[in-house]
């Protein structure tokens, strides 16, 4: 665990000095001017006192016991240096000295010696390359990095795999009036992981909520296991950077990891639970709400305005974002009739108009706390200088105090208002400068109300023969199976398919053939079976039959063969299994042809899949409409294919030995006809 | 021309008076604090002084002229209030008072009444309803409105429709640090009108960006007509809210106006040449930069970082908002190589690390600004307290004075680096706290490059027979044409068409018939004519066309048939045309069948069509790659395609006639083999 490292009872900082510019000078000046509640033990051989504190020559000389030490000299030094933190018995090294495996070569060598150096000691490596950390507990308020944000305390972490990164969360955290729990940045990330980041935060009773910057991956499933219980009951925000080509190319000589393709990205974080970002702000904003204010119960919002153009934003983007503007009850519109100026509007948004008094406000706040029919509550309001202001801003707080729903303000104004701003964001309400933003974060608030019932989601029940499609696999060779072996997996699963029997001998004679019929060559060496020659088409009995055997045996003569039940045509779609290295198995729907090829349009979800997986997966494609139908097409059979997404993943947890698996096409009728697998193509890892 | 709105040498102010929660005596006070440099002259009937100033009994009673008269009096006392406004000679008044067309009934009556006064004396009447004008020019300085933004001095000039929201920009703006030069919150707009507006900052020499807010707009041609001119040497840029359809309801009952439809605003402002954007805040951030930097000759931007993770976050974020990544030139590298220090990474974005000093960033600025690959630069930088970042800022302004090249900041810091923060802003370089927001700005401003080039394309030339089209047209009634008056019309334009021949007797004799054919019935009656057994296909020979001939005369005895060629099938495609009521003629393009009807993948734009405007709306619906071919599928003619759009924009321009028109489907032939109309609905209106 790491609560020596995030409560600390004493911290050494090797490279401390008198050089105001120098890493561990600022290292212990933030650890001085942040009030740390520990001993700080300077280190440095020339100097017998640096910034008021007793330095030490060295580590060894140090008489109290060491949790941390932060390491600021030259590179080429720190391996004997963490021999020294070793023999002392320090519990973490933070190493926020560059030069290690970012720089390749000669760089991860050093960092190899220090690894091992450490491991015989038994210490933990934080870093090196990086930050450091802060806990803003008032137990502890250590601030063990260089960097230069003030400490403000607030309740939601922030692990940054980059420094800069997690400093713009910061700084713009602590500009929105905020701050911060616990602060991790943690760069090369050599011993101590993003996922034991995770966990310390998890059970950290101060971190409601956690912000990530997320540059590469390691070891996804445990990212995944831990997220999906975080998030259960604090929220976990992320944006993941290297999202373009050029950018990801970057990421890896930055860091030098490997470039992870983003397309899974949101595939991962759907599955963790993770709320993902597409910019720092917006993450922020969400945060900020997420970290301070209740989880609103649905996704109907109530709009408070005293000025009308804002408020017309906010529903703009509110609803763009997935809420709703609630319905008010003719209780509530009469009472806002009777209670509120001529002037104003009573339908949602409310404008109670800029001259609109405090009691006005409160009147309104408790209105829509009321009515059942609002789920949350968002206000734009602008400062008049007409109005007493501190008291609008009053009457929020006094109405927040008396409600479960979440309240989030936009307040537009400058400087001269400070303290109207400083009541709201004193109660724990966040302001915001633009209305939009504020519906967003209030819109991200109702998403991971989404995601809480999402992870209370049972796996789907798909009854599967395991033992005899694990069989079928165990005596296939890697590589593609064949065909007859397929379906027969298929079969197992219950999943439906066109009647395919194997063909290796004359077939006019097989019983259990159904007319009209298709021979299909069956050979893993044959990929693109028709436009190869592979298939025959329309067989209408078995001397049709035997006529095409034979002139196709002669053509293959190497192959194995497969006939199968000529399907009608429907709607074709395409289900699919991936095995991605490191990840796990990743499932794609789509429908067929061009939709998949050329237009790509595909969901992804990763296995095991709930019943509603599923049905996000078949709805999230652009061309859902077409399933659907309408217009003179007929609805497809969606519950079937739900059916086979929910078995084809119960087949991919199962059998962890198939790498890939393709159904394509799968052939789709009307509701309640079903669908049928034409096509299958399963590999062997 | 609004001058004396703008540049007024004397404002009087009724309903000032000494109540400070009075709107009058804000504007009062307005005036006075930010140095108006004309008279101001409130009036009051009871009170001889108001903060300061003599007071007047009626403005009749005042001694000099009067440009501009704010009224701030209850509402039914308004058009008295303006009949003396009238016999003084005030050139305007600012009626700021509400209670009028916004209230709907009694209100409207009354603004009617005001107008009607305000028309007997030649008085121009700017709102009712409204905030005020505020003009920063430092020879005027007139700060008449009652809202409570400090003046700020800057480029960018403001119109809101919404006086919230154009706070919400004028504060923001202020908040990053910049201002405004003009800011005109028009309210009900009942005179004064946007588009004069437009007008006049178009010709302001100090005006170099206009931002708007927009929620409904009035004489749209004319504000395309005047944003085409301006855009030509200024930015346009806007935001419209009411995108949703309950926001558009909400606007509706708040401004009193009709719903517009949103999906019309992008082909509207596209053809006007002014730049769309979806929050305030991204206006701003671009409307920032416009006004302050020059327009980048391209796309390609040179990134420096001092710190790796923001860095990374700007190439995604310029990326994916239609920027490059500039490849630098081997000397670039060499010379960054050569200069910065060993960890530093010398591709783009150039990391010059946290350590990196004034002249680390001067040697780089100077590089990219050599570098004929890179057109524009953006800096992502920490401030580092071991580092001079007051000289680093300084670096940066130095070069900026020498470069062509716009140069955007973000500043990752607090308030302790204000002083580095105002270097760089002094200089007028625009500073970010996020380089996502930085990133976007320098994506709007290529736009606006971009934007430059397309209104200096002329219109696409086509021949067409106006006066044979136009006879056809004038011998129709209103409603549908024939089709076989429709066919005859798209001949007159070079539309190519299948060969389509009217029939109105036996059919087997006619000539010009090209067999295989198809018989419809042509009735403006029967629109869905396969639907309704209205075709036949696949007719053979002169026989067979005969016997369909009979028994569809048969079924359809009052209606019209035409012959027409077989087609070979073909990729499907739909192009229309609507005029839309106070906007004009609006084309659309598509594939056929299920991508307009279900999947909505449509483009729209304005006729008349550049060359490259036709080459843009065939590309930029979703399903454009089934155009281009590849995988199996041959290339579409799309030069074809094309001509079809310019020559329907031809016709939609040279006859008003025409209400709507819709040819569906064209059938589209592999690239060099053209396409055909095979179906054609023409609308008179």
């Not at 309400?429 to 998403?447: C, H, K, N």
């Not at 045509?569 to 429908?591: D, H, N, Q, S």
């Not at 409409?625 to 097409?633: C, E, K, V």
Request: with cysteine; hydrophobic share 40%; proline share 6%.
């Amino acid at each position: 665990m790491l609560d020596s490292l995030f409560r600390p009872r004493a911290v050494a900082v090797m490279g401390a000095s008198n050089n105001p510019l120098s890493i561990g000078h600022i290292v212990v000046k933030n650890l001085k001017t942040y009030g740390f509640r520990g001993e700080i033990y300077p280190i440095n051989p020339n100097q017998p006192e640096i910034l008021g504190l007793k330095a030490y020559k060295s580590i060894l000389e140090v008489p109290g016991a060491v949790d941390i030490c932060c390491i600021a000299v030259k590179n080429v030094l720190v391996p004997q240096m963490v021999d020294e933190c070793g023999r002392k018995g320090v519990k973490f090294v933070i190493v926020h000295t560059a030069g290690f495996r970012e720089m390749g070569g000669d760089g991860a060598r050093l960092e190899d010696a220090l690894l091992e150096t450490a491991r015989k000691h038994g210490v933990r490596v934080y870093g090196p390359n990086c930050q450091g950390i802060m806990n803003s507990d008032p137990d502890v308020s250590v601030y063990a990095n260089f960097t230069f944000t003030p400490l403000n305390r607030g309740k939601a972490s922030i692990i940054g795999q980059s420094g800069g990164v997690a400093e713009l969360i910061n700084l713009n955290l602590r500009k929105m009036g905020s701050g911060f729990r616990i602060y991790a940045s943690h760069g090369n990330a050599s011993d101590v992981s993003t996922n034991e980041l995770l966990d310390y935060l998890g059970h950290d009773p101060g971190t409601h909520t956690i912000m990530m910057h997320i540059e590469s991956m390691k070891d996804t499933p445990g990212f995944i296991e831990r997220c999906r219980k975080i998030a259960r009951n604090k929220s976990v925000l992320a944006i993941r950077t290297g999202r373009t080509q050029a950018a990801a190319t970057a990421v890896s000589s930055h860091t030098g990891s490997l470039i992870q393709q983003d397309s899974l990205t949101d595939a991962i974080f759907e599955r963790a639970g993770v709320m993902r970002f597409h910019t720092a702000e917006e993450m922020i904003a969400a945060g900020y709400a997420l970290s301070n204010q209740p989880v609103p119960s649905g996704p109907n919002v109530g709009i408070i305005a005293n000025a009308g153009g804002p408020g017309i934003i906010a529903i703009d983007e509110c609803v763009l974002n997935g809420l709703n503007l609630a319905q008010f009850s003719e209780e509530t519109k009469k009472k806002l009739r009777d209670g509120l100026i001529p002037e104003a509007y009573v339908e949602n948004p409310v404008d109670v108009a800029a001259t609109a008094t405090p009691e006005h406000f409160s009147l309104t706040l408790d209105l829509l706390n009321r009515d059942p029919n609002v789920d949350a509550i968002l206000i734009t309001m602008v400062t008049p200088p007409f109005v007493d202001c501190e008291g609008l801003a009053r009457s929020i707080t006094e109405a927040s105090g008396k409600m479960t729903k979440p309240i989030l303000v936009c307040v537009q104004t400058n400087e001269n208002w400070a303290g109207t701003v400083a009541i709201i964001r004193n109660a724990g309400i966040p302001v915001y400068d633009y209305p939009e933003t504020a519906s967003r974060a209030l819109a991200a608030m109702a998403r991971y109300g989404e995601i809480r019932k999402r992870l209370a989601e049972a796996p789907a029940q798909a009854k599967g023969d395991k033992a005899r499609a694990g069989a079928i696999l165990a005596g296939a060779k890697a590589g593609f199976v064949s065909q007859a072996a397929a379906f027969d997996m298929l079969a197992a699963y219950g999943i439906p398919a066109a009647k395919t029997v194997s063909v290796s001998r004359e077939p006019a004679a097989l019983p259990e053939v159904t007319f009209p019929a298709v021979l299909k060559v069956d050979s893993e060496k044959i990929v693109h079976k028709s436009d190869e020659g592979g298939v025959v088409l329309n067989l209408e009995d078995g001397d049709a039959l035997r006529n095409a055997f034979t002139d196709m045996s002669g053509r293959f003569p190497e192959a194995d063969f497969v006939v199968q039940e000529q399907c009608p045509a429907g709607t074709e779609i395409i289900i699919g299994i991936k095995r991605e290295e490191g990840v796990g198995p990743v499932m794609m729907f789509g429908l067929g042809g061009i939709y998949v090829e050329m237009l790509k349009d595909v969901s992804f979800c990763m296995a095991p899949l709930s019943e509603a997986d599923a049905g996000r997966m078949v709805r999230k494609i652009r061309s859902f409409p077409l399933l659907q139908g309408g217009r003179g097409i007929a609805p497809s059979d969606i519950a079937a294919i739900e059916q086979v997404l929910i078995r084809v993943s119960r087949m991919a947890q199962d059998l962890p030995e198939i790498g890939e698996m393709d159904l394509n096409p799968v052939i789709v009728y009307p509701e309640g006809r079903g669908v049928k697998v034409v096509d299958a193509r399963i590999k062997k890892q």
